[in-house]
């Protein structure tokens, strides 16, 4: 079975400073991708990057990125010049690319920026 | 805005009582995923529809039935509540195979809140 383990439940980050949110995940796949989703007050999912288990390159957004190690099954992301819109619930998810692609979550990381 | 729409936006009732989720994925994406957030946690899966067919199925109640349509809009029906079930249902959807390549993320709704009292 695949799981995914946020160690974090709550984190916090001054404006402008640089944060990174832990994710590792458990399987004996070989290809698979991984995700980050932000789910700010609004209760809205959004994508904030993925990455590809088959690509050696970490995945960047702007102002997020990952670190991505394979063999550790370590992915985490990091946000740099955090902005107070980042406050959000964060998940890790997982998907191991079976018939259907339904998606593993972590159990979130709760980020706030104070101003 | 992710392009999925899910109606209502909010549904309280009571127990026992069944009730009807309506989700429309974004326009040409052929997957669409059930998912339950209860309340401080994390996603659960329910159930994947692809193109009209059941695809996948995780910790879905027998209480709970879903289908997808032939226009690709999908339904989550939830029959003689519980108080547990009180929670945010979402629905998201994603292309899925498309000439040959993958595209896997998937777009999430707003969800609905449903309440049981």
């Known amino acids: 079975a695949q799981t995914v383990t946020q160690s974090q439940p709550e984190m916090s980050v001054q404006e402008a400073e640089t944060v990174t949110l832990s994710c590792t995940y458990d399987?004996?796949?070989?290809?698979?991708?991984l995700f980050w989703y932000k789910q700010p007050p609004s209760r809205q999912m959004i994508l904030v990057i993925r990455q590809e288990a088959y690509k050696q390159q970490n995945a960047t957004e702007n102002r997020f990125s990952v670190n991505f190690q394979k063999a550790a099954k370590s992915f985490s992301l990091k946000i740099s010049d955090s902005q107070l819109g980042d406050t959000a619930m964060y998940f890790c998810?997982?998907?191991?690319?079976?018939?259907?692609?339904?998606?593993?979550f972590g159990t979130g990381t709760s980020l706030t920026v104070i101003p | 805005d992710s392009g999925v729409t899910q109606t209502p936006k909010h549904l309280i009732t009571a127990t026992g009582q069944r009730v009807t989720l309506r989700c429309s994925p974004r326009s040409g994406d052929l997957s669409v995923y059930w998912y339950q957030q209860s309340l401080d946690q994390g996603l659960q899966f329910l159930i994947q529809y692809y193109n009209g067919e059941e695809r996948a199925k995780g910790n879905i109640l027998e209480r709970f039935s879903a289908q997808q349509f032939p226009d690709l809009h999908s339904e989550l029906n939830l029959s003689s509540l519980e108080l547990g079930d009180s929670a945010l249902y979402f629905c998201?959807?994603?292309?899925?195979?498309?000439?040959?390549?993958?595209?896997?993320?998937?777009?999430f709704g707003p969800g609905t809140r449903l309440t049981v009292l």
């Open positions: 399987t004996s796949e070989s290809n698979y991708y």
């Open positions: 998201a959807s994603s292309v899925g195979l498309a000439g040959g390549v993958r595209y896997n993320e998937q777009f």
């Open positions: 998810a997982f998907d191991r690319l079976n018939t259907g692609n339904q998606f593993y």
